[in-house]
Every structure is written in C-alpha cells, then in structure tokens.
T-cell receptor
Framework: LAKTTQPISMDSYEGQEVNITCSHNNIATNDYITWYQQFPSQGPRFIIQGYKTKVTNEVASLFIPADRKSSTLSLPRVSLSDTAVYYCLVGPPNQAAGNKLTFGGGTRVLVKP | DSGVTQTPKHLITATGQRVTLRCSPRSGDLSVYWYQQSLDQGLQFLIQYYNGEERAKGNILERFSAQQFPDLHSELNLSSLELGDSALYFC??????????????????FGEGSRLTVL
C-alpha cells in the first residue's frame, strides 16, 4: 500500500482557509484517497474521498493532481472546532482482498481565535 | 454515531493479565479492522478480518490475537499485558452486504474506542 507523508502540524486562525498536503508517491491505480478527522479520545471520522481531480462536499475540498502522487485537503473558513488531527489514507475501496490500511502520522491542526 | 460499537469503553487492569475487547461492526459490514493508538501517537494497524477470515496482519504482537465470529462481531484478545500496552484500541468496519450484494466505498467507520490502562 502507498505510504503517506503529511506535515506534522499546522496553525491557523478562525476564518482562514487551511490546506494540508499529503504525499503518496507510490499510489496504485485502483487506490482512492480518503481523509479523516480525529478529535482527542474519539475515533476518526470520514471527511472526504477522491480518485482524481477535485472533489467538494459540505465541509471540505480535495484536490488531486493528474499524477495522483499527492493530494491537498482544503478546509474553508476554519473555526475553533476544526482543531483536530487530520489523516490521509490511500488504499483500494474493496477490502475483500485484505489491506493493511495504514494511517500516517497525521497533521495536527490548531485553530486559534 | 458511526454504528460501530466497542466495549468496554474503559478498562483498567494489571500487568500480566489478559483482556478481551469487543467490536460490533455496522450492521452488515463484512470487514473489521483493529488499530492501536498510544498517547499522542498515530493509528497503528493491527489486523483485518473479512467475513470471518483473517485477511491482513500488521505489527500485531504475538501476545495479541483476534477473531471474527459468524455474526461478524470481532474480539481482540490481549494477554500477558505490559505497561506499554496501555492505549486506545479502535475497531473500524467497512464493506456492507445487503441482500447478498456487497457494496464498498473504501470508507472506514470507526467505533469510539476502548481505552486500556495497564498498571
């Protein structure tokens, strides 16, 4: 499975846009890119998923270049409640074959007032 | 609510003891993953089961074992516990089945975790 690399931490202020880039140089053809958010002592929860180009939902956007070797999670106008750890995960959608879905170290985002 | 239930939520035990953590996946989900998260650390993949069979194994210690039962719930057994085993243990599920058809998106649904403290 593709190994992922993310910045360890990022600071931002309320109302700003936060962009987190994840590198996944050896992504496979059938891999999708999924981002999760985790608050302290809680299980991670799904934010957004994409395969290529751009995906947008009500909370975030995901930008994936043509070579798919990286992806950028964009959080528009963050608030204090967006302070969390963000993980990118790369892997196939079907789990039947068995996948060591390994999370990287994540990016700790701190939103300041 | 993700639909994934983990019990117990908290567990305090002594070194050398054995504990069992239980995970009930979302209704119909075939795949169960177990992760370990030590304090301020990332999520370490332990093991994956799919429809009762072990499908992938991570850096799971020999003192740890797991299984998935016919009703798709899973248990993680931790034995000869050491201080360093203190952590949050998460399970996640995916790949739902309904009416014989399996649907998957790649999204993992996580439980709220079981916090294990070894004293």
């Amino acid at each position: 499975l593709a190994k992922t690399t993310q910045p360890i931490s990022m600071d931002s202020y309320e109302g700003q846009e936060v962009n987190i880039t994840c590198s996944h140089n050896n992504i496979a053809t059938n891999d999708y890119i999924t981002w999760y958010q985790q608050f302290p002592s809680q299980g991670p929860r799904f934010i957004i998923q994409g395969y290529k180009t751009k995906v947008t939902n009500e909370v975030a956007s995901l930008f994936i270049p043509a070579d798919r070797k990286s992806s950028t999670l964009s959080l528009p106008r963050v608030s204090l409640s967006d302070t969390a750890v963000y993980y990118c995960l790369v892997g196939p959608p079907n789990q039947a074959a068995g996948n060591k879905l390994t999370f990287g170290g994540g990016t700790r985002v701190l939103v300041k007032p | 609510d993700s639909g994934v239930t983990q019990t117990p939520k908290h567990l305090i035990t002594a070194t050398g003891q054995r504990v069992t953590l239980r995970c009930s996946p979302r209704s119909g989900d075939l795949s169960v993953y177990w992760y370990q998260q030590s304090l301020d650390q990332g999520l370490q993949f332990l093991i994956q089961y799919y429809n009762g069979e072990e499908r992938a194994k991570g850096n799971i210690l020999e003192r740890f074992s797991a299984q998935q039962f016919p009703d798709l719930h899973s248990e993680l057994n931790l034995s000869s516990l050491e201080l360093g085993d203190s952590a949050l243990y998460f399970c996640a599920s995916s790949d739902s089945t309904s009416g014989g058809a399996v649907s998957y998106t790649g999204e993992l649904f996580f439980g709220e975790g079981s916090r294990l403290t070894v004293l």
